[in-house]
């Protein structure tokens, strides 16, 4: 229930005000003048002060003053019978939420005050959540001692102040989201909004209409004005995830965004300036798409000012434990269980894993183990056995047979093996590949011709394969 004082001289006023506000549900404490008002303050304390001007001893923006400096949280309304501009002006520029101008009715006064207590409400609220998410992006909650992610963390705090635009890459799932939330949440936009838009998740005239906005009537359905994600992001930060998603009239619209920093929104001709910081995100290879005619080249190196890119977590295994035992306390809170730890031989089970669908996958895994298991330890089988069956390593014989062995075959099998594992882990970018074993493009073609190794075509691919 929310406590409302009412400071005025008249107590006529004051009970008027206290029988309106009780029959709402507020709880009321009255006071006839400023000084009184704050001496209730300290020992009671108020969510709202609704006080007026003229009053002797302290006046109503004597008042106000000073609770901005004794309880900021308390929010204030001005009542005055001078009403007047400058007086209206003064008291909003001190503070206060809002004022009432003798005589008033009463469903004014219900209105007024049910708009101000929902307004401190939003405001609390949301002063919170930017706790909670600058928390939560903080460099230090952003887990990785590999010289990968240190490498990236390093770079991001160089950058997080600068206006220049970024583009986050790296595969599902290594936290390109997370990244660019600690860029914003430690620059000077922090204080403003943090927008995220998913690319791929509307079709582009849905997508169109929430990032630009539209006016009222310009298609089926548009009953009023609506701003877009560009208008509410204005002063803050916006994430263009899956950005090679879009298409290319869309990224025609982006463009124009990028270089005027201006928009109009659909079935509009105002031009809306805006002023936000552009990060976009993928997990497609945009030069690729370049290629293809999918993705404007001039967009492409708009965006891409500042390259940050997320290594995936199969080649930074020494971060597995870390997050492990992250996820471990996780949910261990969430789901009510005390697991205390892992033991050696699953440790040394999920820092094996190759982990295809990276930290997203490891953090499904931890819960689905924390969720079901009874033990006090988290065991192999606590993982279930696809994650075991994906562990198995090259098979090397523990010792060799009195037979003895074929190790030209053995070491054979080893390198096509990895060689087609290194083809897998970049989607058979050879140049790639040749590169990730350490090899010069010319000797790793020679390796494909020796063994034979060529991708398998789907009914979807071409015909041809790429050289790159």
Request: with cysteine.
């Amino acid at each position: 229930m929310s406590q409302i004082l009412i400071v005025d001289n008249e107590k006529s006023m004051r009970d008027f005000l206290s029988i309106v506000l009780k029959k709402e549900g507020y709880d009321c404490l009255t006071a006839e003048d400023g000084l009184n008002a704050l001496s209730l303050i300290e020992k009671e304390g108020a969510d709202l002060v609704i006080t007026d001007i003229k009053m002797p001893k302290m006046d109503g923006l004597s008042l106000l003053k000073n609770l901005k400096l004794s309880s900021p949280e308390t929010a204030t309304v001005m009542m005055t019978a001078f009403a007047s501009t400058e007086t209206a002006i003064e008291a909003m520029k001190e503070g206060a939420y809002d004022y009432l101008t003798k005589p008033f009715q009463i469903d004014e006064v219900k209105l007024v005050v049910k708009n101000v207590l929902e307004r401190k409400t939003l405001r609390q609220e949301n002063r919170q959540l930017r706790r909670e998410l600058k928390s939560q992006a903080d460099f230090t909650q952003i887990i990785g001692r590999s010289g990968g992610m240190r490498k990236v963390l390093d770079l991001v705090e160089k950058v997080a102040d600068n206006k220049s635009n970024i583009l986050i890459t790296g595969e599902s799932g290594t936290g390109k989201e997370l990244i660019a939330r600690a860029i914003h949440y430690n620059s000077s936009r922090k204080d403003h909004s943090f927008v995220t838009v998913n690319c791929s998740a509307l079709p582009e005239t849905l997508l169109e209409s929430e990032l630009f906005g539209h006016m009222k009537g310009s298609f089926t359905g548009a009953i009023g004005n609506k701003p877009g994600l560009f208008e509410t992001a204005d002063k803050g930060s916006i994430l263009l995830d899956e950005i090679g998603e879009t298409s290319l009239a869309i990224q025609v619209k982006l463009l124009r965004v990028l270089q005027e920093r201006e928009l109009r929104r659909v079935g509009g001709t105002k031009e809306i300036k805006i002023d936000i910081r552009i990060i976009a995100a993928t997990n497609k290879n945009l030069e690729d798409l370049i290629a293809e005619g999918k993705f404007r080249e001039d967009l492409y190196y708009r965006l891409d000012v500042i390259p940050i890119h997320l290594p995936p977590l199969r080649e930074r295994p020494e971060d597995v434990p870390l997050l492990a035992d992250y996820f471990r306390k996780k949910y261990n809170e969430s789901l009510g269980k005390s697991v205390e730890g892992f033991s050696p031989e699953a440790l040394r089970l999920l820092s094996q894993h190759e982990w295809k669908g990276n930290v997203r996958e490891l953090e499904n895994v931890l819960e689905r183990a924390l969720a079901l298991t009874s033990n006090k330890i988290l065991l192999p089988e606590d993982f279930g056995g696809n994650l075991m069956k994906s562990t198995q390593g090259i098979p090397v014989p523990a010792r060799i047979p009195q037979e003895g062995l074929d190790l030209e075959g053995l070491i054979g099998k080893i390198e096509k093996d990895l060689l087609i594992k290194a083809l897998e882990d970049t989607n058979w970018l050879k140049k790639d590949a040749a590169k990730r074993l350490h090899l010069n493009f010319r000797s790793f073609r020679y390796r494909l011709a020796k063994y034979d190794i060529k991708r398998k075509k789907t009914a979807f691919e071409s015909s041809s394969l790429s050289e790159k």
